[in-house]
Nanobody, 126 residues
């Protein structure tokens, strides 16, 4: 059974930092594209970042220069380092795993990803 387990969420003030982790169980993430999505209150889920098996990354314009996606294949875990957080970053953050090695142009589409975590809440206060 495949499980993606997020951790690291919490409440911070504007300008602060958080590091989210996503540990995978029952599924080797070293050869697949992984992603992070978020869903702000009352809004639709949106793509934040993705990382291909070769380490290639993509980011939503709203987080470029502030967020960094990475992976540690030895720990079967991916990360999202979030710096300079803003109130508009407040959302439930979800980890996602694809079947494919490269997400390419579909990285921001939720249908690209077959496995999802339960989410971790990030709240940024002004």
């Amino acid at each position: 059974q495949v499980q993606l387990v997020e951790s690291g969420g919490g409440s911070v003030q504007s300008g602060g930092s958080l590091r989210l982790s996503c540990a995978a169980y029952g599924y080797a993430i070293s050869n697949v594209c992984m992603g992070w999505f978020r869903q702000p209150p009352g809004k639709e889920r949106e793509a934040v970042a993705s990382i291909d098996m070769d380490g290639g990354t993509r980011y939503a314009d709203s987080v470029k220069g502030r967020f960094t996606i990475s992976r540690d294949n030895t720990k079967n875990t991916q990360f999202l380092q979030m710096n300079s957080l803003k109130p508009e970053d407040t959302a439930m953050y979800y980890c996602a795993a694809s079947f494919r090695a490269f997400c390419a142009s579909t990285w921001s589409r939720w249908v690209e990803y077959q496995y999802w975590g339960q989410g971790t809440q990030v709240t940024v206060s002004s």
